[in-house]
């Protein structure tokens, strides 16, 4: 009597219709872990710029900008989805952060940030802490990034839920 070691065609069709449905159910929630995680990056990134400009200020002893970019100047606007700079005040640019791209969304101040030498962030208004918060496009219910600045230049980021 002779003996296969192989599978037969019944055995291959219902081990890829199990994986099929399981791949069905773990999808949509892939898909959502995706995005938390493109969101966190992003979050990250502007934190790392914003520390990143501080510490040029103080190593320079010289004022250092961090802004909303177009192209390779900085522009005044609260979207700061095309991505942001870092740069010598009145000078020549030090770093480029390229779009969020997808569909995420940077929203923060809209004038640009000035760290001074000594790390203290120049605001135009002294009185209200500026802050980013970094979220998905219609976002609801998932979470969401804030970043806040205060007066003496210190970034902090915190996990929230989208209203």
């Known amino acids: ?8 065609l019944i055995e291959l069709l219902v081990t890829l219709a199990v994986l099929a449905i399981v791949m069905a159910i773990a999808a ?41 970019r177009n192209g390779e100047v900085c522009a005044n606007a609260t979207d700061w989805g095309n991505g942001w700079l870092v740069k010598v005040n009145g000078g020549a640019v030090l770093r480029v952060w390229e779009a969020v791209g997808g569909r995420d969304t940077v929203t923060g101040p809209n004038e640009t940030l000035t760290y001074r ?5 120049v605001k135009a208004d002294d009185a209200v802490d500026s802050t980013f918060t970094v979220a998905f496009a219609n976002c609801t219910g998932k ?21």
């Open 1 to 8: 009597m002779r003996y296969s070691r192989a599978f037969t």
């Open 28 to 68: 949509p929630s892939f898909t959502n872990l995706i995005q938390s995680n493109r969101t966190q990056t992003i979050s990250n990134d502007l934190l790392g710029a914003l520390q990143y400009a501080r510490s040029e200020a103080v190593k320079r002893g010289a004022k250092v900008d961090i802004c909303r």
């Open 143 to 163: 979470p969401q990034y804030t970043i806040a600045l205060t007066a003496t230049g210190r970034a902090t980021s915190a996990k929230g839920t989208c209203p």
């Open 117 to 121: 030498p000594n790390g203290l962030l």
